[in-house]
């Protein structure tokens, strides 16, 4: 059995993504920010006060609180609570996510909603998977990362892209909070990436620039080339949410790996008081930690 070495990596994992979610929040869907952003700031697409997470954010706790009481991946308990979410908050969430829970909620199956979604728009692969996935990586080591991350994005994302990104983004996490540093957690990833166009890409990181995009794999491109180009915890946010684009959702992504690195501690201050949902992403983290396989 695997344990995780540094339970507090986990903590990291859960509050970086929350951190990264809210300091892009406010420059989602635009261009770079016009002046270096350093600190929580209010607005967004949705009108949101500084500290506030997105849809990134909750999404992830689904993933994680369906874990927890679940004591692993239960696919309907997962759906269920991505519905909830999205009856409660349906201005968060993106368009593949958005088509497919209508269905869902209309009475279609969800692994069917997902297909009928990705045959009629011809591809399903916009970065959900990739935002809400790195509970899947507290809890599971090894090759199962990539099963269950390929399974909890075929709940909405029927593209095996969209699967293999975040599994591949959830692998870097599961090595980090066991206490391997950036350059082992990666060479795991690599590893055991077995879909051919997300291990061309992620594999070779460095022979493109990154990309904040909607797209599942650019957006994992981005953030592990982020991650792995910086050197703290400061320093990887903030590269993420100042490129624009997508910054909410790069700036989680980056942040969860960033957090999972560097712990807590590494967090700025400034930036976790005002944090939306603190406390609920420590107690998760920690419920994680304690069905970690």
């Known amino acids: 059995m695997v344990f995780i070495l540094a339970p507090e990596r986990a903590r990291g994992c859960l509050l970086g993504l929350a951190v990264g979610d809210a300091l892009g ?30 849809d990134d954010t909750l999404q992830a706790i689904a993933v994680a609180e369906s874990l927890v009481t679940c004591r692993g991946f239960s696919g309907p308990d997962l ?12 201005e968060y969430y993106g368009p593949t996510s958005t088509r497919v829970l209508s269905l869902i909620e209309a009475g279609v199956i969800p692994e069917t909603a997902a297909r009928l979604v990705h045959e009629e728009s011809g591809a399903s692969r916009t970065n959900g998977p990739v935002m809400r996935g790195p509970p899947i990586g507290v809890v599971y080591a090894g090759r199962a990362v990539e099963e269950v991350s390929m399974a909890a994005a075929r709940l909405t994302h029927y593209d ?47 022979t493109r620039p ?24 400061a320093g990887a946010v903030e590269a993420a949410v100042n490129m624009g684009g997508d910054s909410d959702t790069l700036g989680a992504v980056a942040g969860a790996l960033a957090g999972a690195a560097y712990g807590p501690g590494s967090i700025p201050r400034e930036w976790l008081v005002p944090l939306e949902l603190r406390g609920r992403l420590v107690a ?3 419920g994680l930690v304690r069905i970690a396989r």
């Open 25 to 54: 929040a406010p420059f989602e869907g635009g261009g770079r920010p016009a002046r270096w952003c350093r600190r929580m700031e209010p607005g967004g697409r949705s009108p949101r006060p500084a500290g506030a997470v997105t």
């Open 79 to 90: 759906a269920a609570r991505f519905l909830a979410g999205f009856r409660e908050h349906p």
């Open 160 to 206: 095996p892209v969209a699967g293999a990104a975040s599994g591949f983004v959830n692998r870097m996490a599961s090595e980090l909070c066991r206490g391997q540093d950036r350059k082992a957690a990666y060479r795991a990833a690599v590893a055991d990436c077995r879909e051919p166009e997300t291990l061309a890409v992620l594999g070779a990181w460095r």
């Open 210 to 233: 990154p990309v904040p995009s909607l797209d599942a794999l650019e957006l994992a491109h981005a953030a592990v080339t982020i991650f792995m180009t910086t050197t703290s915890f």
């Open 284 to 286: 998760l983290a920690d």
